[in-house]
């Protein structure tokens, strides 16, 4: 493969007038130094950007939230850079210890600063899921992340859960309990919610995204009924996997079910008619375009996972 | 790796706008060049020899420049002539230049096929040509290739939820696409072939995804072989590899001249066997599993 780029490289040397298009970076600038958002008394969130996996490792909204005893860190953000960064902001804030990381499911935007946190003490906690899916496709995501910060000398390890999850667990930070719930396949088969009983604040993972388009990677059916069983609690407010630090329940969840809802509808439609997968992808649109970023990468993506799912349906 | 292939796009859209032809195109050819070397490398002798391959259009295969979900590239190939008593195809192989097994399957058709098009998903690894050739009844070679852009399909897993397949694992379902397959086979007279798809619940492993904790890569499982026959005779048969994504589904076409028995025999590299037998009219095009 080298030889192509070796080509690009001398036909560009006679081409000088051309502009050589920078492929992103025009929004990415380094904002490491973001502050951490005080959403309720001890509950934090470091709100990621809304960009593509790999391309920035701020991804995924990070949290964590301080009990009398210690701290749970969820989810650790998509490098080990990323992860330092989430340590010391929790360090300017209290010197209790983190007792527990949870990873709300697999992606690399969720999980791969775990390295950051490993020490003794410190309990990986994941839905029952997560150590295969981990297996999977871990050293995927290592080579790509490799890639992408052209670091090979750096390449994250992927961290595996040592406590899994399947129904509810309950985690005491000292006076304060937090609820984790492990969901059926829904946005992955590995979905883990977090609920801080105290100020009830609901840490949503990737079953809720808001601005950044939803992504399909484990069964449109069962997001929709999990989501639905979610809707009907009652809470201060959530954080979503994507979109801003805070938002309001279950509000927040209308625009993902909207989505999905709508793919379902199209994407049965069209197998209903016989018509074809690839022809699928060039023909369902994303409904309420205006409401979500990303949908050139992700929505023909979906529409693919819906596909493969619905055509075995009855 | 991944922008310096954005760069090569953006290269090729900037040569359709400049107004240096003449350096793009040279360009252009020194690329296809460098993609096929697998196949002018090696791949074309192993399993050609020195058989000459035409290039032309006596099947197009029609494949996404880029692949939204590598796992899971819809590809399909249309064939220029129908199938006669005369003059038929074959055979289509399939290859996916640069997956670790470049062959996808090879795929045999009869004169009862009616029309020797095909469809499919595959899984593509890297960035890569794709490939179909197709041999006519009288021995020739005839090749049409695309270019896909994807990658890590051979090492992801297509689903996270691949709970459901194996749970389901051999269920097939049989399906004839009646008033579509008229339309696209106006030139038949007669008895307009039908379009059928067979869809068959299977992991379709790789025996590339690593386990984190073993080290060890999950032993390959995939279908086989796939043979579908019409009242006795043989419409459709497939030798397939991993590449074929998780519940592989095929598209096809037959020529049912009279209400009858389709029956479709699936054998995996497990050695295990899964058959069905469906009742089709060949008039509506409803079809009715026997159980």
């Known amino acids: ?314 | 790796m991944g922008t310096r292939m954005k760069r090569d796009a953006v290269v090729r859209s900037f040569c359709m706008a400049l107004i240096v032809p003449a350096l793009c195109s040279g360009l252009a050819q020194a690329t296809t060049v460098e993609e096929d070397m697998a196949w002018t490398g090696g791949l074309k002798t192993a399993y050609f020899a020195d058989r000459k391959i035409l290039s032309d259009d006596l099947i197009t295969l029609e494949a996404p420049q880029r692949a939204e979900n590598a796992a899971i590239v819809p590809v399909s190939i249309k064939a220029g002539i129908p199938q006669t008593e005369d003059r038929y195809i074959r055979t289509i192989w399939l290859f996916v230049d640069k997956n670790p097994g470049p062959l996808v399957g090879k795929f045999h058709f009869t004169p009862a096929s009616g029309r020797a098009d095909l469809g499919l998903r595959l899984r593509v690894d890297t960035y890569s040509p794709v490939r179909a050739i197709a041999e006519t009844n009288d021995g020739q070679l005839h090749m049409s290739r695309r270019f896909v852009k994807a990658s890590g399909g051979c090492s992801a897993p297509a689903s996270s939820d691949s709970d459901a397949a194996r749970e389901e694992l051999g269920r097939m379902k049989f399906l004839v696409r009646h008033e579509e397959a008229e339309e696209s086979s106006s030139k038949v007279e007669g008895n307009p072939p039908a379009l059928a798809q067979l869809m068959i619940r299977h992991p379709n492993r790789s025996g590339l995804q690593m386990d984190q904790v073993t080290r060890d890569y999950a032993p390959a499982e995939f279908v086989k072989e796939v043979t579908v026959s019409f009242e006795g005779k043989r419409i459709f048969r497939a030798e397939t590899s991993f590449a074929v994504s998780e519940n592989p589904s095929f598209r096809f076409y037959f020529a049912p001249r009279q209400e009858g028995a389709v029956t479709a025999v699936v054998t995996d590299t497990e050695g295990r066997e899964f058959s069905e037998t469906y009742d089709v009219s060949a008039a509506t095009g409803e079809v009715a599993a026997r159980r």
């Not at chain 1, 939803?214 to 009924?225: R, Y």
């Open chain 1, 1 to 314: 493969m080298a030889g192509i780029y070796r080509w690009q490289r001398q036909w560009l040397l006679f081409c000088p007038a051309l502009i050589w298009p920078v492929p992103v970076a025009t929004d990415i600038a380094d904002d490491r130094a973001v502050a951490v958002e005080k959403i309720a008394d001890g509950v934090y969130v470091r709100p990621g950007r809304i960009a593509v996996l790999f391309e920035a490792d701020n991804v995924a909204n990070t949290a964590f939230v301080v009990g009398e005893r210690c701290v749970a860190v969820i989810d650790t953000g998509g490098s080990p850079a990323e992860g330092r960064a989430l340590t010391a902001a929790i360090r300017k804030i209290t010197q209790l210890p983190v007792c527990f990381v949870i990873n709300t499911h697999v992606h690399p935007d969720h999980m791969l600063g775990n390295e950051a946190f490993e020490r003794d003490g410190v309990e990986f906690i994941g839905h029952k899921n997560l150590p295969r899916a981990m297996a999977q496709r871990g050293d995927t995501y290592r080579q790509r992340a490799a890639e992408y910060s052209g670091n090979a000398a750096h390449i994250p390890k992927i961290v595996l859960p040592e406590r899994t999850v399947s129904g509810t667990v309950q985690l005491d930070l000292g006076r304060r309990m937090l609820t984790l719930r492990a969901h059926g396949t829904a946005h992955t088969d590995n979905d883990v919610s977090v609920l801080d009983e105290q100020s009830g604040t609901l840490f949503a993972g990737d079953l809720v995204f808001l601005d950044h388009l939803p992504v399909l990677d484990g069964s449109i059916n069962g997001w929709l009924d999990e989501l639905g069983r979610l809707m009907e609690k009652s809470l201060r407010a959530v954080v979503p996997g994507h979109g801003p630090g805070e938002a309001d329940w279950p509000l927040a969840a209308a625009p993902t079910v909207d989505y999905l809802t709508s793919l379902r509808a199209a994407t049965r439609s069209w197998i209903a008619r016989g018509g074809e997968l690839g022809a699928a992808q060039q023909s369902i649109e994303a409904a309420d375009r205006d409401r979500w970023r990303l949908i050139d990468q992700y929505h023909k993506r979906n529409v693919a996972a819906a596909f493969a799912e619905l055509e075995w349906e009855d």
